[in-house]
């Protein structure tokens, strides 16, 4: 397929299905698109390890959130999914954001359709919006303040006792800060597919055959399998509590792709992904995964596709994002 005919069809497809000579370096290549373009290619810890390699920052939401709103680079390459790039463009109007594939999308996010949240936000006027930042930008504009999994309880913190709190869309993460911060929020019924799906029994079955590994767990995962765990934190939590604990072996119940930045950082420890209720690879995101290293070095050479936004839109959504910023940055949370 010709570079005219594939830019045509990027809408159906997601990316750009141009074939890639298999003799290329596509790590060379890439490196030269970053100096070429002023291009800086951010990824989530959730992609394909090569991806994390060749990546200038690897980080959690908040990191990745705070890096796009400091860079100076004119094209911003998000190696993650869709509502990563979108908070990517809100904080940078003015610089070109391309995504691999834009059909990597977020189970999480799509369980909060816009329309349905406005009418139930309308029950509740007198509740302030918290909104964890896996959600779309529309989400974001019907909220207050933006959240994620690192900055979630010093949010909470940072409001008076009494104010009324509407959090969307986990109701896993919303219940797990219900509990630890003696909040009533009301949750929204989201979920994401990967942490709703570990197995318990599977899990304890595995610490009974490794009965020195610790359990480590994202607080997307249901509420019976955080009761088990050893450790309870954002995916950049995890991993600073995996490379930094006495433990040698740890059962690690989120996504997978975290497993890679944890055997580069503590290669004599053992990694051991937590089981789905089923055989499938259920414990991989298959949005995250729609991202590879040949739509990544296709996506900056080509720069699409690309990630555009209705102005009103991306303003209403930057604003619970700057709240976000600003708490975080007092709490200490921000380098």
């Known amino acids: ?17 141009i074939e890639v000579d298999v003799q290329m370096d596509l790590f060379v290549e890439i490196e030269r698109l970053k100096k070429e373009k002023n291009a800086i290619v951010l990824a989530h810890y959730y992609v394909d390890g090569d991806i994390q390699d060749v990546s200038d920052f690897l980080g959690d939401s908040l990191g990745l959130a705070q890096k796009a709103q400091s860079t100076n680079a004119d094209m911003i390459v998000f190696a993650g999914v869709h509502f990563m790039a979108e908070t990517a463009k809100i904080l ?15 189970s999480l996010a799509d369980s909060a359709p816009a329309g349905l949240f406005k009418a139930f936000k309308e029950k509740h006027p007198d509740h302030l919006v918290i909104s964890y930042i896996n959600c779309t930008s529309d989400i974001k504009a ?44 009301l949750l929204w019924s989201g979920a994401c597919m990967v942490h709703e ?34 450790f309870v ?67 900056m050479e080509y720069e699409t596709p690309e990630i555009l936004m209705d102005e009103d839109l991306r303003l209403a959504a930057k604003k619970p994002i700057d709240r976000m910023l600003e708490i975080s940055r007092a709490a200490g949370l921000l380098g």
Do not use: W
């Open 1 to 17: 397929m010709n570079i005219a005919e594939a830019k045509s069809k990027v809408e159906e497809k997601g990316f750009l299905d």
């Open 92 to 106: 940078n109007p003015t610089k070109k954001v391309v995504l691999p594939d834009l059909k990597a999308g977020c």
């Open 142 to 185: 019907l909220s207050d303040i933006i959240c994620t999994s690192s900055n979630a309880e010093a949010i909470l913190h940072s409001l008076p006792k009494d104010q009324k709190v509407i959090f969307a869309p986990d109701k896993n993460l919303g219940a797990y800060l219900n509990k630890k911060t003696g909040r009533d929020m």
């Open 197 to 230: 799906i570990f197995s318990l029994e599977k899990i304890i079955k595995l610490k009974v055959r490794n009965p020195n590994a610790k359990v480590i767990a994202h607080p997307e995962c249901e509420e019976a399998v955080l009761r088990i765990a050893d």
């Open 233 to 299: 934190g954002s995916t950049t939590q995890l991993l600073k509590y995996a490379v930094t604990d006495k433990a040698v072996e740890f059962i690690v119940a989120t996504e997978t792709g975290i497993l890679h930045q944890m055997q580069k950082d503590a290669p004599y420890k053992t990694f051991i992904p937590a089981p789905p209720n089923n055989g499938c690879a259920c414990n991989d995101c298959p949005y995250m995964k729609l991202n590879s290293i040949e739509k990544l070095y296709l996506c």
